[in-house]
């Protein structure tokens, strides 16, 4: 499958709504998870989205992929990016574009120097200093919504093999499907530091 062409832009709460980027998104097929609700929204301070190259000037790009950042002051030099939504496009999924997006957060880890490899990936500047990431996530691959039983991607080896480790394991963490256990993962500014001196 061709690697689709995106542009990566950070934008802030402060900087204008974002939550007419985010009920769009909202609408999207995001199983195994539902809808994030009103409250989930509004926490979300930050996004990096992922817009396609459409190949003529006078075309917008699409929205192909989004993550929403809730920023928690952890210290009083110190902020916390808690990744509320990560989200590809259904008909754009398996392209890279997840990759790309967490990729281009941990760039934002301070002093996280931006990939040297050859990358199609844009160094980013992102307007928050964040020292450390933070998420949760469904432990199995698979999760019973409702009457329907959907596989998904086995996020937590995703996200390990992007540099975040496992905190702890929450026994029926999700409500809605109470017999999958989540995973927090954190990833902060020194792992990500040692794993630039390594690669």
Request: glycine share 6%.
């Amino acid at each position: 499958m061709a690697t689709t062409k995106l542009a990566l832009e950070w934008k802030q709460k402060s900087a204008g709504s974002l939550r007419g980027i985010l009920d769009d998104v909202n609408r999207w097929d995001l199983a195994p998870y539902p809808p994030l609700i009103d409250k989930e929204l509004d926490r979300i301070d930050l996004v990096l989205t992922a817009a396609t190259a459409t190949g003529t000037p006078d075309t917008q790009p699409i929205l192909v992929g989004i993550v929403g950042i809730a920023l928690v002051q952890m210290s009083r030099h110190q902020v916390e990016g808690y990744l509320s939504m990560v989200a590809v496009r259904p008909d754009h999924r398996h392209e890279g574009i997840g990759t790309a997006l967490i990729r281009g957060v941990i760039q934002a880890l301070i002093q996280t120097k931006p990939p040297q490899h050859d990358s199609k990936e844009p160094a980013l500047s992102c307007p928050v200093e964040m020292h450390r990431l933070r998420l949760h996530t469904i432990r199995s691959g698979t999760t019973t919504l409702s009457s329907a039983t959907t596989t998904h991607v086995d996020t937590v080896t995703w996200y390990s093999r992007l540099g975040f480790q496992v905190r702890r394991v929450i026994p029926k963490y999700y409500r809605f499907s109470p017999a999958d256990e989540g995973v927090e993962m954190v990833l902060d500014s020194t792992i990500s530091r040692k794993r630039d001196r390594l690669q």
